[in-house]
């Protein structure tokens, strides 16, 4: 946590500031001492910083927390106190100190555990009621069948068989909730990825419209302890996804496999360990996720698509497998 103050007059003028607040900004404080705090911060920053500094004016110490966008266009969230400088003999408001703390690294930090917490708490509720559900649709399929040897009336027939069709959708629903809350049992074994994925990609291809151009770069030739099945449905989700995203004015689709040496340093924001890890990315060159929903699309049963045309649990189940796999 950074702290950083400066000396404000009361017509919003620098009077001084220490050397991190002026880093800041890309200057010094030298340069900094009598310029008007509008021409340093811009039109957003005193758009809601005014109304504190008018209460600040009015003696009363302020505090406030936000997120910021700075002159240079990186955000960071700021925890910040204004406190009256009264004038020496007088008593006089003649201006405020203002004093910045950096709580970026700390809000992403928090913003992570409240994710993990409440995914953790979803996957305990989902996959409790899956559990539960899967006994029932165990009694619908297993009469079901019964059903179908005791008929020879041809529209009866086809409508049990309507019934059980239904029963193996809910059936194949149960199993992405229950590998999204990490509840099924895995078959791990040392595994390449990279045939995996090509597998995968072959069959993509066939589905994949002639306006989707597909990239691979596939260089990762090192085992993992992982379930095929698994690693498979983590391909096939997040390119399904991307196509999907491309589907009316194309676009390119490119899926890339390396190994990466991941250092203490480099894992501030991630819920892994250091060591060498396997990194796949897929990338496409469609409209992107809107800021507003980044939180949510781990979220079981959020989804964008309209109705009819997605489940919400295609990145909820991709999710539940990499933590399963120790990963992120």
């Keep these: 946590v950074y702290k950083r103050q400066a000396l404000v007059s009361r017509d919003l003028v620098y009077q001084a500031a220490s050397n991190s607040y002026a880093a800041v900004l890309n200057t010094t404080p030298e340069q900094l001492t009598g310029k ?5 911060l811009g039109a957003n920053i005193l758009r809601f910083s005014r109304p504190l500094i008018h209460r600040c004016l009015a ?5 406030s927390q936000s997120w910021v966008t700075y002159p240079d266009g990186k955000r960071r969230f700021s925890d910040t106190n204004y406190y009256p400088h009264y004038e020496k003999g007088t008593g006089t408001i003649s201006g405020y100190v203002i004093s910045v703390r950096d709580m970026t690294e700390y809000k992403q930090m928090e913003d992570r555990l409240l994710q993990s917490y409440k995914m953790e708490a979803i996957g305990t509720l989902a996959g409790g009621i899956a559990h539960d559900f899967n006994n029932i649709l165990g009694a619908v399929l297993g009469y079901t069948d019964l059903a179908l040897t005791m008929t020879k009336n041809k529209a009866v027939y ?26 099924t049992d895995q078959e791990v074994h040392p595994l390449l990825v990279t045939p ?24 990762s030739k090192s085992y993992i302890m992982a379930d095929p099945t698994e690693v498979h449905q983590i ?20 899926i890339t496999l390396n190994e990466i040496d991941l250092e203490q340093d480099s894992l501030k924001n991630k819920d892994l360990q250091p060591g060498r890890y396997q990194r796949l990315c897929v990338c496409d060159t469609g409209p992107g996720i809107a800021p507003d929903i980044k939180n949510r699309i ?14 919400g649990m295609g990145l909820a189940v991709v999710y539940g497998i990499v933590k399963s796999h120790g990963g992120d």
Excluded at 36 to 40: D, E, H, L, R, T
Excluded at 298 to 311: A, R
Aim: hydrophobic letters at 40%; a negative charge; proline letters at 4%.
């Design 298 to 311: 781990f979220d079981p049963y959020f989804t964008t698509k309209p109705t009819g045309e997605g489940s």
């Design 196 to 219: 995996i994925v090509k597998e995968a990609l072959k069959l993509l291809q066939a589905s994949m419209p002639a306006s989707i151009q597909m990239d691979q770069s596939l260089e």
């Design 158 to 183: 086809d409508m049990i068989l309507n019934v059980r069709g239904a029963g193996e959708r809910a059936t194949e629903l149960v199993r992405q909730i229950l590998t999204f809350s990490r509840q």
């Design 36 to 40: 008007p705090i509008q021409k340093v």
């Design 235 to 254: 391909v096939m989700n997040l390119c399904t996804n991307a196509g999907y995203a491309m589907k009316e004015k194309g676009g390119i689709l490119e």
């Design 59 to 63: 003696g009363e110490d302020v505090h």
